[in-house]
Nanobody, 121 residues
């Protein structure tokens, strides 16, 4: 199983970006997906998750600015990021697990390689 994250880049504070994570999971519709991020010097943290049925969860730090969504026909999950702040600068990772879009990082089965988002203030 492969997860390929893309869409990162260098933007200014207040700008928007949309990250994509394409997967090779054949039964994608039965998988929950999550986005995590790791800023320099920090531990990796949960950003957003979406269950197999479309239930979504967002960390308080991004609630109202970021939106996770999925497109089963393309086996892809997205993270729409609006009103970006300098503190959103991090490497963003997507991950997958059966059914749920929540849980500890260790509960996720597959991980992508990460895409770098840099927000300049």
């Amino acid at each position: 199983v492969q997860l390929q994250a893309s869409g990162g880049g260098l933007v200014q504070a207040g700008d928007s970006l949309r990250l994509s994570c394409a997967t090779s999971v054949r039964t994608f519709s039965t998988y929950g997906m999550g986005w995590f991020r790791q800023a320099p010097g920090n531990e990796r943290e949960f950003v957003a998750g979406i269950s197999w049925s479309g239930d979504t969860y967002h960390a308080d730090s991004v609630k109202g600015r970021f939106t996770i969504s999925r497109e089963n026909a393309k086996r892809t999950v997205y993270l729409q990021m609006n009103s970006l702040k300098s503190e959103d600068t991090a490497i963003y990772y997507c991950a997958s697990k059966k059914w749920s879009g929540l849980g500890s990082q260790s509960s996720y089965e597959y991980w992508g390689q990460g895409t770098l988002v840099t927000v300049s203030s």
